[in-house]
């Protein structure tokens, strides 16, 4: 079965502070995607970044940036020098191989990020 | 990039009526769509799988009777909250996979629409 847990509900830090959102997910196919997604309070899904299971490099994007650890089934994401528009709810998913016509998303439970001016 | 619409992007009704949320792929194929629902301050939960052409298949709890999914064309599935009541007040959102064309059987989401029901 697919898993994914967000352990933080809310998170609160002032402006220019770096924060990380913890996810840490489970399954136990060896092909998969992992993603993380902004909800602002519109609530459309903003498209962040997607790894696939095989892909552990770290990434980079601007402010933004992601740790893949397979090791310890974790993608955390690290927002520096953050700023009042990062205020938002994050979802951590993971979705199965794309050619599995059964892939849905997984979505963490969410983590509430308010940014204090 | 893709697109994927969703009409209306919030709507009012009474307690009793049905509601039709229309989810469609803009610029791509998609046949096989999905069907979420959000409440407030909680997770998106995965309702059904539609797939064109055929009967959507519906997450263990989720009222196929109360929930019709009608996927019609490769562009356009359809959400149908029947007799809705207070409870069914929610955020729902689709998303479309996309085949072929290059674009790797990705997903892409709807903006959602939210559901008040009166």
């Known amino acids: 079965a697919q898993k994914v847990t967000q352990a933080q509900t809310e998170i609160s830090v002032v402006e220019k502070e770096d924060v990380t959102l913890d996810c840490v997910y489970e399954t136990r196919d060896t092909t998969y995607y992992l993603f993380w997604y902004k909800q602002p309070p519109s609530g459309e899904l903003v498209f962040l970044i997607r790894?696939?299971?095989?892909?552990?490099q770290n990434e980079i994007s601007g402010r933004y940036s992601w740790n893949f650890q397979k090791s310890t089934s974790s993608f955390n994401f690290t927002i520096t020098a953050s700023q009042v528009v990062d205020s938002a709810v994050y979802f951590c998913a993971l979705s199965r191989s794309p050619s599995n016509t059964g892939n849905q998303f997984y979505f963490g439970t969410g983590t509430s990020l308010t940014v204090i001016p | 990039g893709a697109v994927v619409s969703q009409h209306p992007s919030w709507v009012i009704c009474k307690s009793g009526t049905s509601v039709k949320i229309e989810c469609r792929s803009l610029d791509f194929q998609a046949t096989t769509m999905f069907w979420y629902r959000q409440f407030p301050k909680q997770s998106l939960m995965l309702m059904a799988t539609s797939n064109e052409g055929s009967k959507a298949t519906y997450e263990q709890g989720v009222e196929k009777d109360k929930f019709l999914i009608n996927h019609a064309s490769l562009t356009l599935s359809t959400l149908t909250v029947t007799s809705a009541h207070p409870e069914d007040s929610s955020f729902y959102i689709c998303?479309?996979?996309?085949?072929?064309?290059?674009?790797?059987?990705?997903?892409?989401f709807g903006p959602g629409t939210r559901l008040t029901v009166t």
């Open positions: 790894r696939n299971s095989f892909d552990e």
């Open positions: 998303s479309a996979r996309a085949q072929g064309q290059g674009h790797s059987y990705e997903q892409y």
